[in-house]
């Protein structure tokens, strides 16, 4: 079992910036690639971006060059700095770690403001 624990969502301006992060614990051995996916509303759940435990990453082409996916393996933790955000990146995001199962975080709302 993974339990994950995102933090760092809010209602920010277009433009401004936020900083999720996603803590894991558990059996934390057991995972390989973390990541985030958001869910706007009537939506399906989308990949934003993914990060291999040796630091290979995966975007959305709708976030490459704003967004940007950082691992902390000694503490376990998954971070996603997000930076020129535009009102379409409103969702609930959530975090993700795969293992032998994937697991979810509860999710953290962000709200761009136009």
């Known amino acids: 079992q993974v339990r994950l624990v995102e933090s760092g969502g809010g209602l920010v301006q277009a433009g401004g910036s936020l900083r999720l992060s996603c803590g894991a614990s558990?059996?934390?051995?057991?995972?390989?690639?973390m990541g985030w996916y958001r869910q706007a509303p009537g939506l399906g759940r989308e990949l934003v971006a993914s990060?291999?435990?040796?630091?290979?990453?995966i975007y959305a082409d709708s976030v490459k060059g704003r967004f940007t996916i950082s691992r902390d393996n000694a503490k376990n933790t998954v971070f996603l700095q997000m930076n020129s955000l535009k009102p379409e990146d409103t969702a609930v995001y959530y975090c993700r770690a795969d293992s032998k199962l994937p697991y979810w975080g509860q999710g953290t709302q962000v709200t761009v403001s136009s």
């Open positions: 990060i291999t435990r040796g630091g290979i990453t």
């Open positions: 558990g059996n934390i051995f057991s995972i390989n690639a």
